[in-house]
C-alpha cells in the first residue's frame, strides 16, 4: 500500500487531453513539493515534473503538473504514442522523515 | 556525464544479508551537495526509498522506517562507491533495487540519475 495514491490506470486517444491524480496528506503533498517521473518498461523511471510544475530540460511542454491543498496531477495534452507509460508522483513526507511515492498509473494510449 | 553502475548478487537466500554497491562516475560520493539513495521497486510494493547516505562535513544517513533496523549504507571514498546492506531477508524484500542521486535542499532535490537496476530475488 503506496502512501500516495494514484489511480491503476488511465487511457486517451492520440492528441487528447489526460490527467492523473495523486492524493497524499498534509505531512507529504500539504507541505512539500511533488514530483513526477516517467517509467517506460524495463528502464528506471526519469523525472518528468519536478516542485509541483517545474519541467527538466528536454521534457516537452505537453506535459504539465500542478497542486492543491494535499493533492497534485500531471498533465498530458496532445497524447503520443510514445507517452505510454507508469507514471509515479512522489514527495517528501516530514512525518515519516523520507521520499514516498504513489504507487504508480499505467498510462495507455489507445 | 554521470553514471551510476550497480553491481552484486540477483540472488539471496531468506534470513541472509542482501549487499549491492553502486560505483559513481563522473561525481564524488563526497560531494557536498549530493545525497546518495537506494530505491527499490516491486509489484507488491511499488516505488519505496530505502535510504541515503551523503557527506557534509561528516556523513549522514537517513533511512526508511520500514527497513530502519536492518539496513545500513555505506559510502566507499576510496573506490568512489556506495554500498545497501540489507539483513534478515524475506521473500517480501524480493524487489529490483536501484541506486540513485539527488540534491537535497536545493532547487535541484529530485533523483536526477538512477543506475540500471538491479533484480534481487529472495528464496531458498
Known amino acids: 500500500q503506496s502512501v500516495l495514491t494514484q489511480p491503476p490506470s488511465a487511457s486517451g486517444t492520440p492528441g487528447q487531453r489526460v490527467t492523473i491524480s495523486c492524493s497524499g496528506s498534509?505531512?507529504?503533498?500539504?507541505?512539500?513539493?511533488v514530483y513526477w517521473y516517467q517509467q517506460l518498461p524495463g528502464t528506471a523511471p526519469k523525472l518528468l515534473i519536478y516542485?509541483?510544475?517545474q519541467r527538466p530540460s528536454g521534457v516537452p511542454d505537453r506535459f504539465s503538473g500542478s497542486k492543491s491543498g494535499t493533492s497534485a496531477s500531471l498533465a498530458s495534452s496532445g497524447l503520443r504514442s510514445e507517452d505510454e507509460a507508469d507514471y509515479y508522483c512522489?514527495?517528501?513526507?516530514?512525518?515519516?522523515?523520507?521520499?514516498?511515492f504513489g504507487g504508480g498509473t499505467k498510462l495507455t494510449v489507445l | 556525464q554521470v553514471q551510476l553502475q550497480q553491481s552484486g548478487p540477483g540472488l539471496v537466500k531468506p534470513s541472509q544479508t542482501l549487499s549491492l554497491t553502486c560505483a559513481i562516475s563522473?561525481?564524488?560520493?563526497?560531494?557536498?551537495?549530493?545525497?546518495w539513495n537506494w530505491i527499490r521497486q516491486s509489484p507488491s510494493r511499488g516505488l519505496e526509498w530505502l535510504g541515503r547516505t551523503y557527506y557534509r562535513s561528516k556523513w549522514y544517513n537517513d533511512y526508511a522506517v520500514s527497513v530502519k533496523s536492518r539496513i545500513t549504507i555505506n559510502p566507499d571514498t576510496s573506490k568512489n562507491q556506495f554500498s545497501l546492506q540489507l539483513n534478515s531477508v524475506t521473500p517480501e524484500d524480493t524487489a529490483v533495487y536501484y541506486c540513485?542521486?539527488?540534491?537535497?535542499?536545493?532547487?535541484?532535490?529530485?533523483?536526477?540519475?538512477w543506475g540500471q537496476g538491479t533484480l534481487v530475488t529472495v528464496s531458498s
Open positions: 540513485a542521486r539527488d540534491f537535497p535542499w536545493t532547487a535541484e532535490d529530485y533523483f536526477d540519475y
Open positions: 563522473g561525481d564524488s560520493v563526497s560531494s557536498n551537495s549530493a545525497a
Open positions: 512522489a514527495a517528501w513526507d516530514h512525518s515519516l522523515s523520507g521520499w514516498v
Open positions: 498534509s505531512s507529504n503533498i500539504g507541505s512539500n513539493y
Open positions: 516542485r509541483n510544475n
